[in-house]
Structures are given as structure tokens and as C-alpha cells.
């Protein structure tokens, strides 16, 4: 069964200089995967920003002597912390546990946008209070009678019509303070309702379609968490289950979660074979460049500079070689150290040196060290104590004596770079003439009679052109290689031998082969012709269709000539289907 298609996505960081291809099976893993490696260059560059400018500022501040000496001293300490590290890159790896925590990979941080704040209501509005009805019988309203009031009757009289008087003028006035009251009240009813609504009109309303709003995006990012979750269990599954995207996937995360300087590449390939559960590594191993090299540090007070003693050739060399020989028994170890399911029975580690020959001027990539180190045999070794060098050799790896002169080697076992889909082609337009109905050719006929258009499209600039494997899931039925350096670049072509219209479903499943198989273009060409939808989702796409007057066309541009006729098509085609009772036709 041909493998899946995988996808790829290159990273870079400028400030480190470090660029990566990432490779998977799943789009959305390998975008994780980007995202994390991204992240993690950005911490080691600020990490090394933060470096420099504490030295600058330690430089700015040591204007005393003794500062500078002290300074000096400090410089000389962490140099020779920097070569205590590379010297013990193996032993700091081994204490590590480097399986993965499968459930540390779930994303379950909550929904940081906050739900919006429920607008208040309008206040209730405030009623002013009537005053109490004055009454006659109030103390206010009770005539208060004097000693002549007593004796003369008339005076007596006037004091209780005052008095009556006063009642009947404090309770009109009341009245019409009451009703003047009560039609302030009932305003102020008003106004409130009319807020009310206003309220319930437009901010509340807002209010709810933002609330909803809110909900949405929230159980879309809820949604996103779970699905990143299945993803993740998924992940696992396929690990656990020992699958060839799964066990690949997962030592990719490994390797990647190594830590190591940030000017080491940590770049790799990785071929697993499920069968005999043997793992072949190709690994980008530091140049010699990037060691440290400064072994001391002084003051000299007679020209008030600091002084740097580096390390002599020799020792540099011998640095170098012995980092690669840890790097690889430590890439073992984290291999084997990881394997919760007995996944790898043999790790074969092939470590790559990127330079530049100093007899051309130009970048080589050469493997210089190669080691099988099956599971048992280095399980029993104790890495804490080992000479590296002495234990690569115990293992029958295969190096040239000093490491450091990058001798090229033959890998142990090589990583198969072909593309097993690729199947062996024959040629077809020399049968061509003009009485040949394309639209009822055989359809491998056909698939290899789109192969040799190409071929002769693309031959020009030294492209090449394969036809694949047939599959299920109606992938890839030829991969053209474009080798211009601008607008070159990996083109999928696929060829429908059909005698009605083309479905809008075979553009979509084009397109997405283009994504998952990072080709810079797709390439659909058919001997009918395509509908208004298929043209509609092909616009602003990488995509080309081509139709049967397009496929006629480009057979006479390359002198060969041939016909299309649809209906007979369909008619040959019916007549074949009869007479092979029990077999499917096969319609492209």
C-alpha cells in the first residue's frame, strides 16, 4: 500500500540562523510542531540578546581595575562553564526523561476573553412623596380662646371662623400641591418606561448579541481544544499501535525536544521500517565553528583590555570529536529511553557535518560517523561511565580516526529517499494517429500518455516527470519535478479519462492534494470538459484545468495528433462493460 502524503512546512529564524523543514502526515500536527520550533528559537534568542547585553553592561560599569579583573575572572568562569557543558552533553542528556507526556501536549488553557458585562438597567425613578392631608381636627386648626375671647361671644366666634378659615386655605393648597405631585410622578413613570425600553431596544440587545457572540467563539475555541485533544490521542494511538506515521511522528517529537546549544542544527531525517522495527536517523551534527573556543580571560592593566586565551587546535579537535560521539550515543539512549512500547529493536544513527571544501570554495554535506546500536546490547551498556569514542567502537560504528577532518563515510544503512509510488512508464503518443478516440483509450494508456506531454512540456528546462501507483483514495497520477530555482518546484498532476463533465469534487480533492504533498501547483486534465463551479473554485488556486481541446492541443504542439469524440466514447465504453460481465470499468 503506497504510503500517505505527507506534508511539509519550513521554518526560520533569522536572528539564530536556523531554518528547518518540518514533515508529517497531518497538516494540523506539522503546524503544531512549527509553532512549538518557533517558539522555542525565540526563547533561545532572546535567551542570547539577554546574554550580550548584560556583558555590554558589565563592560560599561567595570571602570575600576578591580572591577575589570573581577569582570575578567567572571568571563574566564563561564567560558569554562561553556566547555564543561559540550564535555558533558552526553551525561546531561542520559538524566533526562525524554518520553513523551502525551497529556502535557493538550492545550487546556480556558478562554481568555472574558464574557461581556450585562448592561445595568435604567435606576428606578424616584416618586416625591404627598404630604399627609391636613385635617380639622389637627392641633394647628383648634381656636385658641383669651380671657376677653371667653367673655364676649362675638370674639370668641372670630377666632373659630379663623380658624376654619385657615383649614379650608391649607387644604385647598394641599390639594393642588397633591395633584401637582401625582403628575410628576406619573412624568417621571414615564421617562423611566421610555429608558426602560430604550434600555431593552439597544443595550440590552447589544448586550445579548454580544453575550452570543461570546458563547460562539467560545464553544469554537472549546471545540478547537477538543479537537486538538482528539488530535493528540490520536497521535498516541498510532505510536501505540506501532503504525509508520505514528512511530515516525513520535520520535520526531523526541529529537526535537532534545536540548542542545542554539547554535547546534537539530536538524534530521527519519526512515522507519514496521517490519523489522529498525530506525534509521540522519543527523545534522554541529560544525566545529560553533564551539566555544575561549579558554581564559585577563586583564591587562598596562593596556586596560581583556585578553582572551583560546583553545589550541589540538584540543579544540579533540572537543569536536568527542561532542559528535556523545551526540550519538545520547540520540540512542533518548530513542530507547522514550520507546514505552517496544516500537525500535535497532537504532541506526548516520551523523551529517555541513562545510565548506577547502579545495572548491563550495558547501558539502558529508556523513562522517555511522553506528547500528541494536536494543538489548545498548540497553546493557552504563553511558554515565563510558569513554564515548571507546563505546563507538564497541558498538562496530564506523568513523575516521579524527572526526574533525570530516572524512566522508558510507552510512551503515541509508535512508531510502525514492518515492515507492513511482512506478516505470512506457511510451504511448508514437501509436498515436488520428483515428484514436482518447476519450476511449485504456486508461493506463492514458495516465502514461499524459506522462510523455509533460515530459516534453517540462523537458526544456530539465524537468522530469512520474507516473504513480494507482490508489484509492484517487491521489497523485503523475509528479512533475521543475528544477528552475524560481519558479521550479514539486507539480501533481492528475489525469480523468471521463466522457461527461468533470465534478467540482475533483478539484477540491486536487487541491488538496497540493497542499498535502507541498507541490507549488496542481494540474487537472481531462478529455471532457469542466462545469461553471469547477472554474469558480479553481480561481485564485494554484490549480490549472485543462480540458479535451487543451489535451488535443498540446499533443500537436509535440507533432502527434489524435481524436475526441465523447459520444462514441460512451458508446465503446457501454459495449466493453457488457461484454466483460463482473468487471468494473475503470473511468478516468
Not at 373659630?160 to 397633591?178: G, N, P, S, Y
Not at 509508520?244 to 532534545?258: A, F, K, Q, R
Not at 508514437?430 to 486508461?443: F, I, K, Q, R, Y
Amino acid at each position: 500500500m503506497a504510503p500517505r502524503p505527507v506534508c511539509s512546512l519550513e521554518v526560520t529564524h533569522k536572528g539564530l540562523h536556523k531554518h528547518r523543514e518540518i514533515r508529517g502526515y497531518d497538516r494540523y500536527v506539522v503546524e503544531q510542531k512549527a509553532q512549538a520550533q518557533l517558539a522555542a528559537w525565540e526563547e533561545a534568542w532572546q535567551n542570547k540578546v539577554n546574554i550580550r547585553s548584560k556583558q555590554r553592561e558589565r563592560e560599561r560599569v567595570a571602570g575600576e581595575r578591580q572591577q575589570k579583573k573581577e569582570l575578567a575572572a567572571e568571563l574566564t568562569k563561564e567560558a569554562e562553564q561553556a566547555i564543561e557543558d559540550i564535555e558533558n552533553v552526553l551525561r546531561a542528556g542520559i538524566k533526562k526523561n525524554a518520553a513523551v507526556d502525551w497529556e502535557a501536549l493538550k492545550e487546556r488553557s480556558a478562554f481568555r476573553t472574558p464574557p461581556p458585562k450585562k448592561p445595568a438597567p435604567p435606576a428606578p425613578s424616584v416618586h416625591a412623596d404627598i404630604p399627609n392631608e391636613p385635617k380639622q381636627s389637627d392641633d394647628a386648626y383648634q381656636p385658641k380662646f383669651g380671657l376677653l375671647d371667653q367673655i364676649f361671644r362675638s370674639r370668641m366666634q372670630r377666632r373659630i371662623d379663623e380658624a376654619e378659615e385657615q383649614f379650608q386655605e391649607d387644604h385647598l393648597a394641599w390639594k393642588r400641591r397633591r395633584n401637582q405631585l401625582i403628575k410628576q410622578n406619573q412624568e417621571r413613570e414615564r421617562q423611566h418606561a421610555e429608558e426602560v425600553k430604550r434600555w431593552q431596544a439597544e443595550s440590552l440587545r447589544r448586550w445579548q448579541q454580544q453575550m452570543a457572540k461570546w458563547q460562539q467563539e467560545n464553544q469554537e475555541f472549546l471545540q478547537k481544544q477538543r479537537a486538538q485533544h482528539g488530535s493528540v490521542e490520536a497521535r498516541k494511538k498510532q505510536y501505540v499501535t506501532g503504525s509508520l506515521e505514528g512511530v515516525l511522528d513520535y520520535y520526531e517529537m523526541i529529537l526535537s525536544h532534545s536540548e542542545y546549544p542554539d547554535t547546534f542544527p537539530q536538524e534530521f531525517d527519519i526512515e522507519y521500517h514496521p517490519d523489522t522495527k529498525v530506525l534509521i536517523l540522519d543527523y545534522s551534527l554541529p560544525p566545529i565553528e560553533v564551539l566555544p573556543k575561549v579558554k581564559q580571560v585577563k586583564y591587562v592593566q598596562s593596556t586596560e583590555e581583556f585578553k582572551e586565551t583560546l583553545l589550541p587546535d589540538s584540543a579544540l579537535s579533540k572537543l569536536f570529536d568527542d561532542l559528535l560521539y556523545q551526540i550519538g550515543l545520547r540520540t540512542i539512549h533518548e530513542i530507547y529511553r522514550a520507546d514505552r512500547f517496544s516500537a525500535v529493536a535497532a537504532v541506526v544513527f548516520n551523523g551529517w557535518v555541513k562545510s565548506v571544501d577547502r579545495a572548491t570554495g563550495k558547501e558539502q554535506n558529508a556523513c562522517i560517523l555511522s553506528v547500528q546500536a541494536n536494543h538489548d546490547e545498548f540497553l546493557a551498556i552504563n553511558l554515565e561511565h563510558v569513554d564515548p569514542k571507546a563505546c563507538f567502537k564497541q558498538l562496530k560504528g564506523v568513523g575516521s580516526a579524527k572526526l574533525s577532518g570530516l572524512a566522508a563515510i558510507a552510512p551503515i544503512i541509508s535512508i531510502n529517499r525514492e518515492d515507492k509510488r513511482f512506478i516505470p512508464s512506457y511510451e504511448v503518443a508514437n501509436g498515436l494517429d488520428e483515428s484514436c478516440n482518447l476519450a476511449a483509450m485504456d486508461w493506463q494508456d492514458f495516465e502514461h500518455l499524459i506522462r510523455e506531454v509533460f515530459e516534453k512540456e517540462f523537458a526544456q528546462g530539465g524537468g522530469e516527470v512520474k507516473v504513480t501507483r494507482a490508489s484509492r483514495d484517487g491521489g497523485v497520477d503523475a509528479v512533475a519535478f521543475d528544477p528552475d530555482p524560481i519558479r521550479g518546484g514539486k507539480i501533481v498532476i492528475q489525469a480523468k479519462r471521463y466522457t461527461n463533465t468533470v465534478n467540482v469534487s475533483a478539484v477540491r480533492d486536487l487541491y488538496g492534494t497540493v497542499v498535502n504533498e507541498g507541490a507549488i501547483k496542481g494540474i487537472l486534465i481531462t478529455t471532457a470538459d469542466y462545469g461553471p463551479d469547477s472554474y469558480e473554485f479553481a480561481r485564485g488556486k494554484p490549480l490549472a484545468l485543462l480540458s479535451g481541446s487543451n489535451l488535443l492541443h498540446l499533443l500537436e504542439k509535440h507533432g502527434r495528433k489524435a481524436r475526441i469524440d465523447l459520444k462514441e466514447a460512451k458508446k465503446l465504453l457501454t459495449d466493453g462493460d457488457k461484454a466483460k460481465t463482473g468487471r468494473r470499468n475503470r473511468a478516468w
